[in-house]
């Protein structure tokens, strides 16, 4: 009995034994479990605190904004892109390198994407392959074949084949110099009638007149900075005087002017001028009932040499120019000395001179559809005298070719001569109709 017993102790002490010893050889295997997984967890918190890290330093400099199309791959459809790798690699190949320097911004998207490749990379869906395999979207536009043109002998009258893949022949394209002159003529027929019965209770007599102008500009523009413009402008009319006892017509209108300027671009609108303005008569000038000549051809001739500035500005519609010339030259001639005085010509001479400025502007202004003004402002002074020339010119157009006219032609000269309280300021006015001709 004892002997059972003792068996039974052996027994219960081995079988404890064995389980003590299974019990800490599972614990062993338990502490070392549980070491490696507290492993993985730091290096992976660790891992997480140096990326916040790197992120929270970053500053931005301003030199990049959202609209930058780098960003378009962190944006896209998750694609694997093998440039993102090579930038924080070393080179795999001897023949690699990269491209010029790495901006920055690269670096930051590629460190992005290379995250998201090593650690979710079942994110994956497209690879750069695929994105080069999709066709272009544009249009492709079809390359320019230059021709072969060579020297070949002409044999008869026969006409070369045409290849019909390429009609183009180089031969016939004419090479033309820019042309940039303008040209304007306008030519106006004027009339006017007036019948008045010898009985007229009023009295009055029959008269006509006529009156032509042409007008000849050419404009050189080479539409960079030098502008040159002429303009010539002839102007003659006649009316007839019944009573008259020495003249059956009598000029009432009688102009040749030419103006040339040549002008240098300053800025948008200012250029910088030198101009010539020269005018005189075609024929001679008298009063009703007197055969005194009182004008002639170049008796007066004035011309007028000056330097300075000048505005343009053109509108639909409307055009103005201005010149402000301070440095002028004026010289008036006279082929009859006896015109000389009335003129401002020391007596016995013919020509006198004078230093000064003047101003010179024109405009021209289509009011309304079928009413136009242009006018010309002439001053001139050279600190002793002054002449100044305002000439209106309102135009009805009846129809492409009718219109009447009416011209205003005040002016003012101080240099002529004239008696104490004589009035200076002079005035023309005439109302015409007729025939205009733009050419």
């Excluded at 070393?90 to 920055?104: F, I, K, M, Q, S």
């Excluded at 040749?256 to 910088?272: D, M, N, Q």
Aim: hydrophobic share 35%; proline share 3%; glycine share 4%.
């Amino acid at each position: 009995m004892r002997k059972v017993n003792t068996s039974v102790l052996l027994l219960l002490f081995m079988l404890t034994a064995s389980l003590a010893d299974a019990q800490s050889q599972r614990k062993g295997v338990q502490r070392k479990g549980e070491d490696k997984t507290e492993q993985v967890y730091k290096a992976y918190l660790d891992s997480l605190v140096a990326l916040k890290q790197r992120y929270e330093n970053w500053t931005y400099t301003g030199d990049d904004v959202l609209t930058n199309p780098y960003y378009y791959s962190l944006f896209a459809s998750p694609t694997f892109y093998a440039a993102s790798v090579h930038r924080v690699l070393p080179p795999l190949e001897n023949n690699y390198r990269p491209r010029g320097a790495v901006d920055t911004t690269l670096v930051y998207i590629s460190d992005a994407l290379n995250y998201v490749y090593t650690h979710a990379p079942w994110l994956i869906v497209h690879n750069e392959t695929d994105i080069e395999a999709v066709p272009d979207i544009r249009e492709k536009k079809p390359t320019h074949i230059k021709p072969d043109i060579s020297m070949t002998r002409k044999t008869g009258n026969t006409v070369p084949e045409q290849d019909e893949d390429n009609l183009f022949d180089a031969s016939a394209i004419v090479v033309r110099r820019p042309n940039f002159w303008t040209f304007n003529t306008t030519i106006d027929l004027k009339i006017k009638q007036n019948y008045t019965s010898e009985n007229w209770y009023r009295g009055g007599e029959s008269n006509n007149s006529w009156l032509a102008q042409v007008n000849f500009k050419a404009d050189y523009n080479n539409k960079q900075k030098i502008t040159w413009s002429n303009l010539l402008e002839t102007k003659l009319g006649f009316h007839s005087l019944k009573n008259d006892q020495y003249h059956d017509f009598i000029a009432d209108a009688d102009v040749i002017r030419f103006t040339s300027k040549l002008g240098l671009k300053a800025t948008k609108h200012w250029y910088y001028t030198v101009s010539w303005q020269s005018w005189t008569q075609f024929t001679r000038g008298f009063r009703s009932n007197n055969d005194h000549v009182y004008s002639d051809f170049m008796s007066p001739f004035e011309t007028n040499l000056s330097i300075g500035m000048e505005y343009k500005q053109n509108v639909t519609g409307f055009n103005l120019t201005a010149a402000i010339q301070p440095f002028g030259y004026n010289m008036k001639y006279v082929d009859r000395k006896g015109l000389a005085s009335a003129n401002g010509i020391d007596a016995g001479k013919h020509s006198k001179s004078t230093y000064g400025s003047n101003i010179t502007m024109r405009h021209e202004w289509n009011i309304a559809k079928n009413i136009f003004w242009k006018s010309r402002l002439y001053y001139f002074t050279n600190y002793e005298r002054v002449l100044v020339e305002w000439e209106h010119t309102f135009k009805f157009s009846i129809n492409k070719y009718l219109s009447t006219d009416l011209s205003l032609y005040p002016r003012f000269d101080d240099s002529v001569k004239h008696e104490p309280g004589d009035c200076l300021l002079l005035m023309q006015e005439m109302l015409t109709f007729g025939l205009t001709l733009k050419l």
